[in-house]
């Protein structure tokens, strides 16, 4: 399975960004895609996560109510609309893969991860 990340750029706070994440390769039926976010100097924090039947949504703490997960069926993507940005949301964002229909909320459930997309949010 490959991913491919976009979306990333510079916005302002309170402005919004939109991530998708396009999925290639044999991705099955019944997996999850998740977002995951690592800031300069920090560790890895997962973000948010879909069944590819786009049920079974979780969102952290620090997102929830700003971000909004979905896939796409017809172009095979996952994509995350992120609104009232804050300075603290800028990181690198990974899009990730589970060949499961289980939710994981761990980095390593995941078999792939794809590049990222930085994401900067200025003050």
């Known amino acids: 399975v490959q991913l491919q990340a976009s979306g990333g750029g510079l916005v302002q706070a309170g402005g919004s960004l939109r991530l998708s994440c396009a999925a290639s390769?044999?991705?099955?039926?019944?997996?999850?895609m998740a977002w995951c976010r690592q800031a300069a100097g920090k560790g890895r924090e997962f973000v948010a996560a879909?069944?590819?039947?786009?049920?079974?949504?979780y969102y952290a703490d620090s997102v929830k109510g700003r971000f909004t997960i979905s896939t796409d069926n017809i172009n095979n993507t996952v994509d995350l609309q992120m609104d009232s940005l804050k300075p603290e949301d800028t990181a690198v964002y990974y899009c990730?893969?589970?060949?499961?229909?289980?939710?994981?909320?761990?980095?390593?459930?995941?078999?792939?991860w794809g590049q990222g997309t930085l994401v900067t949010v200025s003050s």
């Open positions: 390769g044999r991705t099955g039926s019944n997996y999850y």
């Open positions: 990730g893969y589970r060949a499961s229909s289980v939710l994981s909320t761990y980095f390593s459930g995941y078999n792939y």
């Open positions: 879909i069944r590819w039947s786009g049920s079974g949504t």
